[in-house]
């Protein structure tokens, strides 16, 4: 009877442990689950924060101020969040950088000509050819390029596009593009050379293990770049272009520049067939609409080359100046903001011209104007340059990263705002959970020394 009653105690005892096992992680994952949903309420309060701070941007364009917008560790109940950026110098890649990203500050895939693609990093005359053939409306190969004979034969088989890339991922279907080329060393996209992206073959990534991250094509490409074309009253901007003298006169004046000065700013296609003030050589009379003038302007940045505004008077009408008739300029990249890499890839610029660019804009504070590209760079270079470029940014990626109580629930969501139509409108919403932890080394010595003092 002894032996029985043992058994017995020894079985219910194993029942007992085995079930208070059970129910401990049952504990630990129910708690995990409420730590990720932390982390998920904790990214829809950062989009929330996102959005009404650009919405309240002092100046169209822009982003919001540095000193008030918050992007690193923000409580939001028991969980924080995080914005992942990337670092103007490219070589600092060994902290991870927190902000918005500009999309202004990139190449985008559905504007920039063949040359420009050609010079971005691990990037082929084939695969640049690819990229236009994929997003143009024929289905007529170019040099190089591959159209629904090449696409059919692949397995399994599918049709070129032959239509506007709608996100940069869709560069996994171009033909001759690999993982490899589109991440490269950068697996996660953190702009950060992480452990596993510097061990060479040892976890992947596969690396070259020299210390030094390589990024693929996809950190340089948007589909989302474009500024409005109206002013803040809602009128369309005046065109200098082909130089819309009237607009222009009544644009200096209400700015406060001063009538001679104005005179002399249009006297140039005044002469070339337009019409100056009334008065003036080719001028109406009481207000009479002026005929437009032979001599034009390819970008906002010759118009002031050729103005001689000052870059205090140029500051002061350049947000309301273009060259198109279009509601909205796609692809033009803001060189106050852009990559030595980006830059490079622009028309006039070779690797010495965009350090050159990097270099001269590094003295400069919150920048919004172009004008200062007049006195880095030549008379030849600035005219091949000013119809790719701008100043300001309409639309931002905000990379959110959140962990919920206790360091637990890691998630990572990528929004796409764009303010070009007023407020802050969400165009995509991206999960990026899937690559991993993106929050480098030192978030993790953080989070170990709050959970050491708990």
């Not at 690819?130 to 143009?136: F, M």
């Not at 390029?145 to 090449?150: K, L, M």
């Not at 034009?296 to 008077?313: C, D, K, P, W």
């Not at 803001?334 to 011209?353: F, H, M, Y």
Request: aromatic share 6%; net charge negative.
């Amino acid at each position: 009877m002894l032996i029985i009653v043992l058994w017995v105690a020894f079985g219910l005892v194993s029942l007992a442990i085995y079930f208070a096992n059970s129910s401990s992680l049952e504990l630990r994952a129910a708690d995990n689950r409420v730590a990720a949903l932390e982390a998920e309420q904790a990214i829809a309060g950062a989009a929330r924060y996102v959005s009404n701070a650009l919405a309240n941007v002092t100046e169209p364009g822009t982003p919001p101020d540095p000193a008030l917008f918050k992007t690193e560790a923000v409580l939001v109940g028991s969980a924080r969040f995080w914005l992942i950026g990337q670092p103007l110098d490219e070589e600092d890649d060994l902290q991870v950088t927190f902000g918005l990203l500009d999309e202004g500050a990139k190449l985008n895939l559905n504007t920039a000509t063949l040359a420009m693609l050609n010079k971005l990093p691990r990037m082929t005359d084939a695969l640049a050819a690819a990229i236009v053939d994929w997003r143009d409306a024929d289905s007529d190969p170019s040099e190089n390029g591959a159209e629904d004979e090449i696409y059919g034969r692949l397995n399994p088989a599918y049709r070129c596009k032959n239509a506007p890339f709608e996100s940069i991922e869709e560069l996994r279907m171009v033909y001759g593009f690999t993982q490899d080329i589109l991440y490269d060393e950068d697996a996660n996209l953190n702009a950060v050379l992480d452990n596993n992206e510097n061990d060479e073959d040892a976890t992947s990534p596969n690396d070259n293990h020299d210390g030094v991250l390589n990024r693929g094509v996809l950190a340089y490409l948007t589909v989302h770049s474009k500024i409005s074309n109206l002013r803040t009253n809602g009128e369309p901007k005046v065109n200098v272009g082909t130089v819309d003298q009237n607009g222009l006169r009544t644009l200096m004046t209400d700015a406060g520049i001063s009538s001679e000065k104005a005179n002399q700013v249009l006297a140039p296609y005044a002469s070339g067939g337009g019409g100056g003030g009334p008065g003036e050589p080719g001028g109406g009379q009481g207000g009479q609409p002026q005929p437009q003038t032979t001599v034009t302007n390819n970008s906002v940045l010759q118009f002031y080359i050729r103005s001689g505004l000052s870059a205090e008077e140029f500051a002061l009408i350049e947000s309301d100046l273009t060259v198109s008739t279009n509601s909205v300029v796609e692809g033009l990249v803001n060189v106050n903001a852009a990559s030595a890499t980006v830059l490079t890839c622009l028309p006039g610029l070779d690797a010495e011209k965009a350090d050159a660019l990097i270099a001269a804009r590094a003295g400069l504070t919150a920048q919004t104007s172009i004008a200062w590209v007049k006195d880095a760079v030549d008379q030849a270079t600035a005219d091949q340059l000013g119809p790719y470029i701008t100043g300001r940014s309409y639309v931002f990626s905000a990379d959110i990263a959140a962990l919920g109580h206790h360091g637990r629930g890691y998630s990572r969501v990528r929004f796409i705002f764009d303010t070009t139509e007023g407020g802050a409108k969400i165009r995509q919403r991206q999960d990026l959970t899937h690559l991993g932890w993106a929050l480098g080394l030192s978030v993790r010595q953080q989070i170990a020394e709050l959970q050491s003092q708990r």
